[in-house]
C-alpha cells in the first residue's frame, strides 16, 4: 500500500504519442533523471537502461532491497507482457509508493496492455488517480493512441504529441496540444508538441545513448 500521502505534490504525469521510429521513447529519456531517484519500469523491450526482470519473484524481491536500501534505483520488467501481468506490476508499484519520496513510473507501449479506451483496469487507474500526492510521476508512451484508455488520458498534466501513426484520430491528437492536423503532420523525428496548463511549445530531443 502507498503511504505518507502528500497532497502538496503537484501532477506531473505525462504521456508520449508519436508513430514508430519517431522518438518516444528518445523523448522520454531526455526528461527522465538519470542517477539518484527511485525509477521503476514496464519495459519489455529494454528501451531503457536498468535492472531488469523477467520472474515475479525476482522483480519484487530486487524493487523491496532497492526501496530499502534508500538510495536511488532501476528496476524494470522485461517478462511477460499482457493484460494480467500488467495490472500486477501496478499493484506492486502502488505498493511501492512514499509520498515522501519522488518514483518515477514508466511505462513503455501503454496499448499493449490496455484492457480497452475506456475505464482503466483498477491498480493501472489507481496509479493515474492517485500516485501524485504518493509521490508517484507517472510516465507513458504508445504509438496506437486510439487503444489506450480514457482514465490515462484525463489523469495526464502533461502531453507530448508527435508525428502521428495511421489510424490515430489527428483531430483529438491535435487537440489535445492546440495545434492543427497539418502542423501535427509535419512533425519529423524527435519533434514533438508539448502541452501544459495552457501553453503549447514545439521541442526537439537529441539522441540518448544509455
Known amino acids: 500500500m502507498a503511504i505518507n500521502p502528500n497532497t502538496s505534490h503537484s501532477n506531473r504525469n505525462t504521456c508520449f504519442i508519436a508513430m514508430s521510429g519517431f522518438g518516444k521513447s528518445q ?20 528501451d531503457h537502461k536498468a535492472n531488469h526482470y523477467g520472474d515475479k519473484r525476482a522483480f519484487v524481491a530486487a524493487l523491496i532491497a532497492a526501496v530499502k536500501s534508500g538510495r536511488g534505483f532501476r528496476i524494470g520488467w522485461d517478462g511477460a507482457v499482457d493484460v494480467a501481468t500488467f495490472e500486477w ?11 515522501n519520496k519522488d518514483t518515477y513510473v514508466v511505462v513503455e507501449e501503454l496499448a ?17 488517480r492517485k500516485c501524485r500526492k504518493y509521490g508517484g510521476i507517472l510516465n507513458w ?21 508527435g508525428y502521428p501513426n495511421d489510424g490515430a484520430n489527428l483531430k483529438a491528437l491535435a487537440g489535445m496540444v492546440q495545434v492543427s492536423e497539418e502542423e501535427l503532420k509535419s512533425l519529423q523525428k524527435l519533434e514533438f508538441f508539448r502541452r501544459e496548463h495552457l501553453d503549447t511549445q514545439k521541442v526537439k530531443f537529441e539522441i540518448i545513448k544509455d
Not at 112 to 128: I, P, T
Not at 142 to 155: C, H, L, M, N, W
Open 89 to 99: 506490476w501496478c499493484q506492486v508499484v502502488w505498493s511501492i509508493l512514499d509520498g
Open 141 to 161: 508512451t504508445t504509438q496506437r493512441s486510439q487503444e489506450v484508455s480514457k482514465t490515462a488520458y484525463s489523469q495526464c498534466a502533461i502531453k507530448y504529441i
Open 27 to 46: 523523448a522520454l529519456k531526455n526528461i527522465l533523471p538519470r542517477r539518484g531517484v527511485r525509477v521503476v519500469l514496464w519495459d519489455p523491450d529494454n
Open 112 to 128: 499493449d496492455v490496455s484492457e480497452s479506451a475506456g475505464k482503466a483496469s483498477f491498480y493501472w487507474g489507481q496509479l493515474n
